[in-house]
């Protein structure tokens, strides 16, 4: 059984930063491009960033671009989304996802095969 499981989120002050993480268990870590999205209530979830399986590649929602850097650890099963200058627009549950491919990063929510269970980032003006 696959899971992913998100930690990391919280309450913060706007300016400040948070680190987010993802561990999987119950698939091949390494096969797979792994992803961050988030969702507020009432809109669709939003493709934040992702790295595809060797981390060589990375994408990024460009109004995140220069805040906010996503990386891995292979042998740890993580998937990390690191978030500085964080503003109140960042305020959302932010989710980690895991698709079917491995050698470039899709940016739409339905191309993803694994969720996990969303963990909540709320930013104080």
């Known amino acids: 059984q696959v899971q992913l499981v998100e930690s990391g989120g919280g309450l913060v002050q706007a300016g400040g930063s948070l680190r987010l993480s993802c561990v999987a268990s119950?698939?091949?870590?390494?096969?797979?491009?792994l992803s961050w999205f988030r969702q507020v209530p009432g809109k669709e979830r939003e493709f934040v960033a992702g790295?595809?399986?060797?981390?060589?590649?990375?994408e990024y929602l460009d109004v995140v671009k220069g805040r906010f850097t996503v990386s891995r650890d292979n042998a740890e099963k993580t998937v990390h989304l690191q978030m500085n200058s964080l503003k109140p627009e960042d305020t959302a549950v932010y989710y980690c996802?895991?698709?079917?491919?491995?050698?470039?990063?899709?940016?739409?929510?339905?191309?993803?095969?694994?969720w996990g269970q969303g963990t909540q980032v709320t930013v104080s003006s």
């Open positions: 996802a895991a698709d079917r491919t491995d050698v470039i990063v899709r940016t739409f929510a339905v191309e993803y095969q694994y």
């Open positions: 119950g698939l091949t870590f390494s096969l797979h491009t």
């Open positions: 790295i595809n399986s060797d981390g060589d590649l990375t």
